[in-house]
Nanobody, 120 residues
């Protein structure tokens, strides 16, 4: 069984920073793309950023230049460094990953979500 567990959310003032982490665990053979999504109250879930490798990252226009996605393959972990946070960044942030397990089954997985609130 494969699991994704996020951490690092919380309350921060506008202009502040937070770092989210998402660790994958279980019977993992390989992890392809990893990414972050978010869902604000009353809105649909939206894509934030994704990473295949350190040289292959993509960002939504709304976070480009403020957020940085990275991964540590040895730890099966993806990070989201969020700087210059704005109130409109308030949302539940979800980790997502395409994972092949040790039985060679490939599936898409979601974490349980972590709340980020940007408010003074």
């Amino acid at each position: 069984q494969v699991q994704l567990v996020e951490s690092g959310g919380g309350l921060v003032q506008p202009g502040g920073s937070l770092r989210l982490s998402c660790a994958a665990s279980g019977s993992i053979f390989s992890i392809n793309v990893m990414g972050w999504y978010r869902q604000a109250p009353g809105k649909q879930r939206e894509w934030v950023a994704s990473i295949i490798s350190s040289s292959n990252t993509n960002y939504a226009d709304s976070v480009k230049g403020r957020f940085t996605i990275s991964r540590d393959n040895a730890k099966n972990t993806v990070y989201l460094q969020m700087n210059s946070l704005k109130p409109e960044d308030t949302a539940v942030y979800y980790c997502n990953a395409d994972i092949t397990d040790r039985r060679w089954r490939s599936s898409n997985y979601w974490g349980q979500g972590t709340q980020v609130t940007v408010s003074s």
